[in-house]
């Protein structure tokens, strides 16, 4: 299971293609995912012309509007409609998809360093690419890693968007030292964290992708971070809040080390997969490079997701809809900054883990 479509990505638009597009200058071969959800041509054609479908009227999915109120009232009440749906509607985060230059070498990274399982592993050779699935858990309760290999293309830009990956273990130190014994890049030792007392670590995979490594006591999701740099914090709390349907959890500013933080997810941090999103004083845009690609979220109907989030002023960059082959439904959307999301249908992603 999933994502999105062949796709080049500039500063302004995403443009899906059957072909390989142009990319800026520092770009890769493939800047594009690569991943279950497009292994066959037919797939990516059909996602290619989703993108062109006329959205469904909001009325289908939320009701109509009493007649003789103003429009300012009825855009009110859509409003409305649309963000009791959302609160309720039944939704976690399900996986991370980023690409990778050594399928073999990171599972192995991942499996003997950090403790993960491979759940699943697909070869298309046909598409030139491979993906595999990563976690602590099954697939259908618990956060999982989605690396994507393509064919031929060993290194990718990271950028300066994307943060870290977070994973809870019980003993940083003895972490640190598997790490190191196998090889590993530590990039911080393990200490107490900035201003605080909790006890935490940085290291780097063999792609370069940062992972910091939380002292906790055993929690059910151990991998139990995504972080990403934004430009207007309080933005993008009120975006998550209203069309994500995520809880502020918490809230922390640093002004002596000039940066603040806002951890959002699904349910308590303890328990669940967090979004972690960190504001830098004065820095309202990133690099995202081509590594990093997108957060798949399940929910219970993509058809309303989408119209939520259009309704909160999210960009809709593939219109809801079946995928052919595997008939998965899913949208994908952008947040105010450029980073992007795809919700899947719950049932439907149950069923492609059968």
């Not at 797939?43 to 009325?59: D, E, K, N, T, Y």
């Not at 957060?295 to 999210?314: M, P, R, S």
Request: hydrophobic share 35%; proline share 6%; net charge negative.
């Amino acid at each position: 299971m999933a994502t999105l479509p062949i796709a080049s990505v500039s500063s302004s638009t995403m443009v899906f293609s059957m072909k390989t597009p142009p990319f800026p200058s520092n770009s890769l071969k493939h800047p594009y995912i690569r991943n279950s959800y497009n292994h066959l041509p037919s797939r990516r054609l059909a996602l290619f012309q989703l993108g062109s479908v006329s959205a469904i009227p909001q009325s289908e999915f939320f009701g109509s509007i009493v007649s003789g109120k103003s429009e300012n009232t009825a855009t009110a009440i859509k409003e409305q409609d649309a963000l009791n749906w959302v609160k309720n509607d039944n939704r976690r985060m399900l996986h991370v998809v980023y690409r990778v230059g050594d399928l073999e070498k990171t599972i192995k990274f991942y499996t003997e360093c950090l403790g993960m399982k491979l759940s699943r592993k697909r070869d298309i050779p046909e598409e030139q690419y491979s993906n595999a699935f990563l976690g602590y858990g099954p697939e259908d309760s618990h956060f999982a890693v989605e690396l994507t290999y393509n064919y031929g293309v060993d290194k990718y830009d990271i950028g300066n968007g994307f943060g870290h990956f977070g994973v809870a273990v019980n003993d940083v130190s003895k972490t640190v030292d598997l790490v190191k014994a196998k090889g590993g890049k530590v990039t911080r030792d393990p200490g107490p964290v900035k201003g605080g007392t909790k006890i935490i670590a940085f290291i780097e995979d063999p792609d370069g992708y940062t992972f910091e490594l939380l002292e906790r006591e055993p929690t059910p999701e151990p991998l139990c971070q995504v972080m990403l740099r934004v430009g207007d914090l309080d933005r993008s709390i009120n975006f998550y809040k209203k069309a994500f349907g995520m809880e502020l959890l918490r809230a922390k500013d640093n002004p002596e080390y000039k940066y603040t933080t806002a951890m959002m997810g699904f349910g308590p941090e303890d328990k669940n997969a967090v979004l972690e999103l960190t504001y830098n004083y004065g820095v309202t845009e990133y690099d995202k490079g081509n590594g990093y690609a997108q957060i798949a979220i399940g929910t219970d109907d993509v058809y309303k997701t989408a119209e939520a989030i259009k309704l909160c002023g999210g960009t809709i960059i593939l219109e809801p809809g079946p995928l052919p082959g595997i008939n998965t439904k899913i949208t994908a959307c952008l947040d105010p900054d450029g980073w992007k999301s795809v919700f899947v249908d719950n049932i439907d992603f149950l069923k492609e883990l059968e």
